[in-house]
């Protein structure tokens, strides 16, 4: 890697305030605010609105779709064709 040309990487806080997540990880994002961690260190902090935390697929809490229903639907409105 060429020196000079990369963004400097530092400890930065990730928090999902929807699902009440945050960790710590190393990152080229920049932040205004700050929040004191765990270990009595303050880390500049960046607001995430989904994560794994609160995403539905990793939740459990994704909507089943009806595909039967759907496939009815489609055949009431456009009839079976005769193949």
Do not use: C, N
């Amino acid at each position: 890697m060429k020196h000079g040309i990369h963004p400097e990487s530092r400890p930065v806080v990730f928090r999902d305030k929807a699902g009440d997540l945050a960790f710590l990880t190393r990152s080229t994002a920049t932040a205004d605010r700050t929040v004191v961690w765990t270990d009595g260190r303050s880390y500049p902090v960046v607001d995430v609105e989904i994560s794994s935390a609160s995403h539905p697929f990793y939740t459990g809490r994704a909507r089943e779709l009806d595909t039967a229903g759907r496939v009815e639907r489609f055949r009431r409105r456009y009839g079976r064709s005769a193949g």
